[in-house]
């Protein structure tokens, strides 16, 4: 039961280039989104996040759109650095609670290349 | 920069055994959570935790599974009986307020328990 899905398992970009990371969604009832990022050994990291009221929050570097439409939401990265290679996760919650659980997908890869 | 810590941070056990894992959530957080994941496969929930009772739990959370918070500080997963196929890594998560503005968790850095 994929309601979250990560179609790319892995992406590499140059730095410097734009990175971009997609996720798809199949539960109309989530309400919020969430990237988060990922290193070995280690815990996930909050990166950003957008309410489904949105369509797009930035952060830095780091935008996320979302396509209510579509189910469809996306992490830009502008400019990529060599710091940022990770594992990405895209995450949703349901509910009106902040309390709700995350769904998460499977994870992309990203590398950046110097 | 306030953080939740897990302990320990691997965990070797035989298969039937009964393992601990430790968490320490943020200090003004109120909800509190276990997630898992097996290795090469998504983060999967298993349980939340709000006023010392279970809020929601997953069909992964069987009776082989229960959640404690023995004090004001910590909260932990006991797996009774532990078997292979719950060797994974066991990640603790809290939030602040369910009814905050915002809804990050903040996750810790995981235990890896190996079940042989």
């Known amino acids: 039961d994929q309601q979250v899905k990560q179609n790319s398992p892995s992406l590499s970009v140059q730095e410097g280039r734009i990175s971009i990371l997609n996720c798809d969604y199949t539960?109309?009832?989530?309400?919020?989104f969430l990237w988060y990022k990922k290193y070995p050994a280690e815990g996930p990291t909050f990166l950003i996040s957008i309410s489904s009221i949105k369509d797009k929050n930035e952060d830095g570097r780091f935008t996320v759109f979302l396509n209510k439409s579509a189910k469809h939401l996306s992490l830009h990265i502008v400019p990529s650095q060599p710091g940022d290679s990770a594992v990405y996760f895209c995450?949703?919650?349901?509910?009106?609670?902040?309390?709700?659980?995350?769904?998460f997908g499977k994870g992309t890869k990203l590398t950046v290349n110097p | 920069e306030p953080e939740v810590t897990q302990t320990p941070s691997h965990q070797v056990t035989q298969m039937g055994q009964e393992v601990i894992l430790r968490c320490v959530p943020i200090s003004n957080h109120l909800y509190f959570y276990w997630y898992r994941q097996i290795l090469g496969q998504k983060v999967e929930f298993l349980v939340s935790f709000y006023n010392n009772e279970i809020s929601e739990k997953s069909e992964i959370f069987d009776d082989q599974f229960s959640v404690e918070r023995p004090d004001g500080s910590n909260f932990t997963l006991k797996i009774r009986s532990t078997k292979l196929e719950d060797s994974a890594m066991y990640f603790c998560?809290?939030?602040?307020?369910?009814?905050?503005?915002?809804?990050?968790?903040?996750f810790g850095p995981g235990t890896r328990l190996t079940v042989t």
């Open positions: 998560a809290s939030i602040v307020d369910g009814a905050a503005q915002s809804y990050e968790q903040y």
């Open positions: 995450a949703a919650s349901a509910g009106q609670g902040g309390s709700e659980k995350l769904v």
């Open positions: 539960n109309s009832m989530f309400d919020y």
